[in-house]
């Protein structure tokens, strides 16, 4: 099910597979001790900064429209700033060649969120560092990238140039991603080209979406250097390309606690696309979402929400990947794979449905081995009808967002999973 872009990569990766989860793991320890090279410290600060750095009337007036939420505000004063840098302020003057934002999940990484978005604010700016708790990606697009095509408008060529090579960086895990790429998504559906392409600094657990895209598995051990060589690889590395799929559930209305990958859907179309024979409930709700790595239905799922439930509630637990990995592991031995019955008919024994979009899973794994190209087959779209039986849940997981899925044994619960129309673009760390 991966984008064109995504398999041209891949079929460089499954030649060295053979050894499964073994090699996944050495593979993850071998990545984060590779950046403790000193590469990342012959990479000069202030060059860096000459290649990335936005005019600073420019930072002033995104950071302004996004903390009023207004996307004219500040607007005046920029213009009569870049006028006076214009006339020998040297930033304006030199315009960079890949403007940059990035950002921060200051939750993952354990101890080392908060201190990544310090060293990426004396790396860059504070203005073009942007902390997920304060600032959501929705808000940059709606203001932020609002305020420079505003200016552009007026006739800014400075922010103009800024726009159209303006580059993203996001430092979390596979979710955090998601969410970023969702959200810039949103500018194809407006039709407000060119989307920034993104790269990646993996801060997770699994970080497969940053494996299958060259940007390593895991968060290096000397990460102040490993960070420079990660923002010059952004600047000029070439762009690829990712399929995403859009899921609709239906299902009887019922009070599920969504993730922040699923929303809510209003005047949806029953019948639409869905061959439903069966009698419809009389309140039906329908929820919408887009992943990018997976979405699976089971144990895997089920040991998911076993760990986002602990960590929500004894965030002291899950202080960075290794004892991440550790909670995992102990999950999927009390309600994985050696304790979860199984949905069992003659011949078959399921445990978890994976859509998986990629061939890196639950951390650098590879479930498709290597097969031979008959066996591979692209999908436009998948259907499911799930009905309650022995169980009346059932756990689902969109990019390692968990959640408990309600199943009744009268009603049937729909999900539909189809290919997006467009591909996120994604910055190669190759």
């Keep these: 099910m991966a984008g064109e872009g995504v398999k041209s990569e891949m079929s460089n990766s499954r030649a060295g597979a053979g050894e499964g989860g073994t090699v996944a793991a050495r593979s993850s320890v071998w990545e984060s001790i590779r950046g403790c090279g000193i590469s990342g410290m012959r990479i000069d600060k202030e060059e860096l900064r000459r290649r990335i750095l936005m005019p600073a009337y420019l930072r002033s007036a995104m950071a302004s429209a996004i903390r009023a939420q207004d996307a004219n505000a500040g607007a005046e004063a920029a213009m009569k700033d870049g006028a006076k840098g214009r006339g020998g302020g040297p930033e304006v003057d030199e315009m960079p060649e890949a403007p940059m934002v990035v950002f921060v999940n200051s939750r993952s990484g354990g101890r080392h969120g908060p201190q990544l978005k310090l060293r990426l604010q004396e790396l860059i700016s504070e203005e073009q560092v942007f902390d997920l708790s304060v600032t959501q990606p929705p808000q940059f697009v709606r203001y932020g990238l609002t305020c420079l095509e505003n200016l552009a408008n007026l006739g ?9 090579n303006l580059r993203v960086m996001v430092a979390g895990g596979d979710g955090t991603v998601g969410w970023v790429l969702g959200s810039l998504g949103e500018l194809f559906v407006q039709k407000r080209e060119p989307v920034p392409p993104t790269g990646i600094i993996p801060l997770g657990t699994g970080n497969d979406l940053s494996r299958s895209f060259g940007w390593g598995g895991s968060f290096p051990f000397a990460w102040r250097s490993a960070v420079k060589r990660s923002l010059l ?15 609709t559930i239906m299902m009887q209305e019922t009070g599920l606690d969504l993730p922040y990958s699923l929303k809510p859907l209003q005047d949806y179309d029953l019948t639409q696309d869905v061959d439903i024979q069966r009698e419809l409930p009389e ?3 329908c929820f919408g979402g887009v992943f990018y790595n997976y979405l699976s239905i089971g144990m895997d799922a089920q040991v998911a929400y076993g760990f986002h439930h602990l960590r929500n509630k004894k965030p002291y637990l899950a202080q960075g990947p290794i004892s991440n990995k550790l909670i995992y592991a102990g999950y999927g031995c009390t309600q994985g794979w050696f304790f979860t019955p199984c949905v069992k008919t003659p011949g078959l024994s399921v445990r978890a449905i994976v859509l998986l979009n990629l061939d890196s899973y639950g951390g650098g794994r590879h479930p498709w081995g290597r097969p031979m190209p008959e066996y591979l087959e692209k999908a436009a779209a998948v259907k499911l009808e799930l009905r309650g039986g022995q169980w009346n849940k059932a756990y689902m997981q969109m990019d390692g967002e968990p959640w408990k899925q309600s199943i009744e044994r009268e009603y049937s619960t729909f999900v539909k999973i189809e290919r997006v129309a467009f591909q996120s673009r994604m910055i190669s760390g190759k």
């Design 156 to 164: 800014d060529d400075c922010a103009k140039a800024v726009r159209e």
């Design 233 to 247: 690889k952004a600047v000029s590395n070439p762009v690829q390309h990712l399929d995403s799929w859009h899921v």
């Design 283 to 285: 309140s039906v709700s």
